[in-house]
């Protein structure tokens, strides 16, 4: 190795043991930090070994390292002479000590001697790695610096637009992290969304809403109260009702096993029920009960013997005949009305539709007929006195006449007739009379007998 490329090697360890000396690597300093910060590169005989300040003065560290090497070299060269003139030793153990001591010296400087091979290695390749950084850095400066003032631009532009100042700007970046603007950020996007989202949404129901009147937002609030409170009491209602038919269910599930008992009885009491409706007459086209028919037949009797009477009064113009048993359940029960047949026109009609003289002989037949069908079906029966009051004034000449001739005949047995009465005409036909007489002392009765 010659002088020179030795003392360069020794001038790099130098320089860097001493921090005058930065020797760049890729990993350890950018090309923008060391442009940025003035540095000036270094050259040894033409080669490059490395960066220093630009307030530093290369020639001053040049001559500060190099005659820090000469005193180095010059300590050296006095140990050499110092062992070479020290050939004497005063023993041999004197001797083995020097020479392990210089032995160490050697090793020392031997290790020292590879590191700074080392390092000098290590610094040319770093040199070589930073001039291609360099170069490639050189080439992207021009773009850099363009993109630099287009965002200082825009930065300035931001700042105009959003009126702030740029101190205001820099007490904002201190204030908050890069992470709290990604949040920032994310948060105004999604605003934006929801706010792109909720103008859809208006846009859809303006055109769904047309050109409908806006509703009474106040109005709609009342009448939406007052449908929550009226839920709210439909849902009580509701709870008690679910309730309520929760217990029914349960009852219901006991009263199923009873269901088909209780279905006998009702088809039992429908038969039954059936039967008492039609023989009380509560059947519709069917009213005449079971009482009503029965009572027909002795009715029958009764109209029997009453047209014997009936017909000598009237000379055999009418007779009494019972309503038609057909129609009589239609519409109200008429099982025990009367009709009377006419012999002239030879049709039925109602008994309201006779005459006073009429109806007084069809009621004094009609009690005569009774009376004779009591003593025929009970003979423990007597009717041995009979009272008529009135109705003899109603009648002709011809029909009280024969009312009375049937009383005749019927008073020649046994039966005792009384017969109250104002009809003159009568008295005449009566033989046995009680007279009631009126004057102003009170009323007196006297007989008459014929």
């Not at 300040?53 to 050499?80: F, G, M, P, T």
């Not at 990604?182 to 055109?207: I, M």
Request: hydrophobic share 35%; charged share 30%.
């Amino acid at each position: 190795m010659n002088k020179r490329l030795k003392d360069k090697k020794m001038l790099s360890g130098i320089i860097a043991a001493g921090g005058f000396l930065i020797i760049l690597a890729g990993s350890a300093l950018s090309q923008q930090t060391a442009l940025g910060q003035n540095y000036q590169g270094v050259y040894v005989d033409g080669t490059f070994v490395g960066y220093v300040a630009e307030n530093v003065d290369v020639k001053d560290v040049i001559l500060q390292a190099r005659r820090k090497l000469a005193e180095e070299s010059a300590a050296c060269e006095a140990v050499l002479t110092e062992l070479k003139n020290s050939v004497e030793f005063e023993s041999e153990r004197e001797a083995e000590s020097v020479l392990t001591e210089a032995g160490k010296l050697r090793d020392k400087a031997e290790k020292q001697y590879q590191k700074a091979s080392k390092t000098l290695e290590k610094a040319v390749s770093e040199k070589k790695q930073t001039e291609a950084l360099i170069q490639r850095y050189m080439k992207e400066i021009p773009k850099q610096k363009e993109h630099a003032e287009q965002t200082q631009g825009d930065y300035r532009l931001i700042l105009k637009n959003k009126k702030m100042a740029e101190e205001n700007w820099q007490e904002t970046i201190k204030t908050y992290t890069r992470q709290d603007a990604e949040e920032f950020q994310d948060a105004v996007n999604q605003y934006r969304e929801n706010l792109a989202a909720a103008q859809a949404q208006k846009e859809a129901a303006q055109a769904a809403a047309g050109t409908e009147v806006r509703p009474d937002l106040k109005k709609l609030k009342q009448e939406k109260e007052e449908a929550e409170q009226k839920y709210q009491a439909v849902k009580i209602r509701y709870d008690n009702l679910r309730q309520e038919f929760s217990s029914n269910a349960e009852v219901q599930d006991i009263l199923l096993g009873r269901l088909k008992n209780r279905t006998e009885i009702l088809e039992e009491h429908a038969r039954i029920d059936a039967l008492y409706r039609m023989a009380s007459g509560n059947v519709s086209g069917a009213r005449m009960d079971l009482e009503t028919y029965v009572q027909r037949y002795y009715l029958e009797r009764i109209l029997y013997a009453a047209n014997r009477r009936f017909g000598e009064m009237s000379a055999g113009q009418f007779e009494f005949r019972m309503y038609d048993i057909e129609k009589a359940g239609e519409g109200k029960n008429r099982g025990l009305d009367l009709m009377i047949y006419s012999a002239v026109t030879g049709k039925e009609r109602e008994v309201r539709t006779l005459s006073g003289g009429e109806s007084f002989m069809a009621a004094l037949s009609l009690a005569l007929g009774m009376a004779d069908q009591i003593q025929e079906s009970s003979a423990a029966v007597n009717l041995d006195m009979m009272f008529i009051d009135e109705g003899f004034g109603s009648l002709d000449e011809h029909s009280r006449n024969q009312a009375v001739k049937v009383l005749q005949e019927m008073a020649k047995g046994s039966r005792l007739i009384g017969i109250i009465s104002h009809v003159t005409e009568l008295k005449q036909e009566i033989e046995d009379q009680l007279i009631v007489s009126k004057d102003e002392n009170g009323s007196r009765v006297r007989w008459q007998i014929s």
